[in-house]
C-alpha cells in the first residue's frame, strides 16, 4: 500500500529490508519399479535365469533432473536398505539377489545433497508417507529341481514315495502319472507301471504366488523314475489234479476263483522254486512238490525287465502235493539171516526192477508172519521182525 511518495511494495532499506532464509525439499511422487515384464507383475525365475529390474511411469516430468542431480534412488531387498544411488548406473545388487527364495524389492527417493536443514539421504516417506514407499514387487528365485531314485516295487500296496532333500520355504510334490496330477502324498494299490516325479512347492505365499505355487515349467519337474505295483494273487489253489495215480505225471490246478486277467501282467507258474513259465509243469516227477503261481511284468518298466516275478512271499498262491512211486511193475526180493531154526531176521530186501525213490519218501513193507498179518513198517522195523518157521 502506497505511503505518500513511497509506492505499494517498496522493500525496508538495508538488513531490515529481507528476513532470514529457510529451505525446504518437495519429493517427487514415490517410485514405481516392475520386472521386465512390467509394474506390479510379481515374477519367477529358474535356477540361471536372468532377470531386468525398471522403473516405471507415472513420474513427475522433471523426473531425469530428480534423479541425476537432487534425488537418489534406494531399493529395499528383503527389508534392508540398499546404499542410495543414481538409478542402475550405481546400483549394485545385493549378494543374495538370485539365491533360492521369495525376495520383496520397494523402491523410494532419498535426498542426495542437504537442504537447508533437510540432511542429504532423507528418505521421502520420513516427510510424507503418502509419497514415499513405491510399490513392492517379488521375486521368487525357484530352487533347482530335486534329483530322486525310484524305491522297491511292491506287491498289491503303494510303492514308498522317493526321498526327496528338503529345502527351507518349500514342500514337495509328487506325480505318479507321468505329471499330469501333483499331490503332497498320492496313494494307488492299482497294478501297473509308475512314472514318478517330485517337484518344490512355496509353502508360503511369495506375493501373487500363492501356497504351494511350483516353479516354472522349464525348472519344475525332477527327473523320472518307474515303479511297479504287481498284482496279489487272491484266489486260493484249492487242490491238484494228477494224470496219474502213481509215477510220472501231468498236473492240472483247480482254483477257489479264476485268477483275474490283469494288462501288462501275466499269470506264470513255479515247481519247487524252479523257472516261472506260463503253462503248467509237465512229466511231474515223483515226490513231495510245491505248486507256486505268481504274476510276472510281461513288458519292462523303467529298469525292471519284462519277465520279472511279483516280490514277497505273500504275493502269489501255493499248493504242495504229492505224486507217489509206481511200484507195480517190481517185487521185493527177500534174502533171510538164516534159513532153517525157531525163527530167523530178515538180512537184506532188493527188488526184482530197481527203484528210485525220492528224498522225504522210503518204502515200507506188509505181509505176514506165518499167517499173522503185519506192516506198513520200513526196512529198519521189518528186519527186526523175528520170523518164525512156516510160510510168510
Not at 506390479?40 to 530428480?66: A, E, H, M
Not at 531399493?75 to 539377489?97: E, K, M, Q
Amino acid at each position: 500500500m502506497a505511503c505518500g511518495s513511497i509506492p505499494s511494495f517498496t522493500g525496508g532499506p538495508g538488513d531490515c529490508a529481507t528476513s532470514n532464509t529457510v529451505r525446504t525439499v518437495i519429493f517427487p511422487e514415490a517410485p514405481q519399479i516392475g520386472w521386465s515384464s512390467g509394474v506390479d507383475v510379481d515374477r519367477q525365475r529358474c535356477p540361471d535365469g536372468g532377470l531386468t529390474l525398471t522403473l516405471y511411469n507415472p513420474f513427475p516430468p522433471n523426473f531425469l533432473t530428480y534423479t541425476n542431480s537432487e534425488f537418489n534412488i534406494q531399493f529395499s531387498w528383503n527389508g534392508i536398505w540398499l546404499p542410495a544411488g543414481p538409478f542402475l548406473s550405481d546400483f549394485v545388487f545385493p549378494t543374495d539377489w538370485f539365491t533360492v527364495g521369495c525376495k520383496e524389492v520397494v523402491a523410494r527417493y532419498v535426498l542426495r545433497n542437504d537442504c537447508g536443514s533437510t540432511l542429504a539421504g532423507t528418505s521421502a516417506e520420513s516427510i510424507s508417507p503418502a509419497c514415499g514407499l513405491g510399490n513392492n514387487i517379488f521375486l521368487h528365485n525357484s530352487p533347482p529341481p530335486p534329483t530322486i531314485t525310484a524305491t522297491d516295487n511292491t506287491c498289491g500296496t503303494m510303492f514308498s514315495l522317493p526321498a526327496v532333500a528338503p529345502v527351507p520355504g518349500y514342500t514337495v510334490e509328487y506325480s505318479i502319472d507321468n505329471g499330469t496330477t501333483w499331490l503332497a502324498n498320492p496313494s494307488t494299490i492299482t497294478p501297473g507301471c509308475y512314472n514318478v516325479q517330485a517337484r518344490y512347492v512355496l509353502a508360503a505365499s511369495c506375493g501373487s504366488f500363492p501356497v504351494g505355487t511350483p516353479a516354472l515349467p522349464a525348472c519344475q519337474a525332477s527327473n523320472a523314475v518307474q515303479m511297479t505295483i504287481f498284482p496279489d494273487v487272491t484266489s486260493t489253489i484249492t487242490s491238484v489234479t494228477k494224470t496219474a495215480t502213481c509215477g510220472t505225471t501231468n498236473i492240472s490246478v483247480n482254483w477257489s476263483a479264476v485268477p483275474a486277467v490283469i494288462p501288462n501282467f501275466e499269470l506264470r507258474y513255479s515247481l519247487d522254486g524252479g523257472a516261472y513259465s506260463a503253462t503248467l509243469p509237465t512229466n511231474v516227477e515223483p515226490g513231495c512238490h510245491t505248486l507256486e503261481a505268481r504274476y510276472v511284468l510281461t513288458a519292462a518298466c523303467g529298469a525292471t525287465p519284462a519277465g520279472t516275478v511279483s516280490p514277497g512271499a505273500d504275493c502269489g498262491a501255493t499248493r504242495t502235493f504229492i505224486v507217489w512211486p509206481d511200484l507195480s511193475a517190481t517185487r521185493p526180493s527177500v534174502s533171510m539171516q538164516a534159513n532153517c531154526g525157531n525163527y530167523t531176521n530178515i538180512a537184506t530186501v532188493g527188488f526184482t526192477i530197481p527203484v528210485s525213490i525220492p528224498s522225504g519218501m522210503e518204502v515200507v513193507y506188509s505181509g505176514t508172519n506165518n499167517g499173522l498179518p503185519f506192516g506198513p513198517v520200513n526196512l529198519a522195523d521189518l528186519q527186526a521182525i523175528d520170523f518164525v518157521p512156516g510160510m510168510s
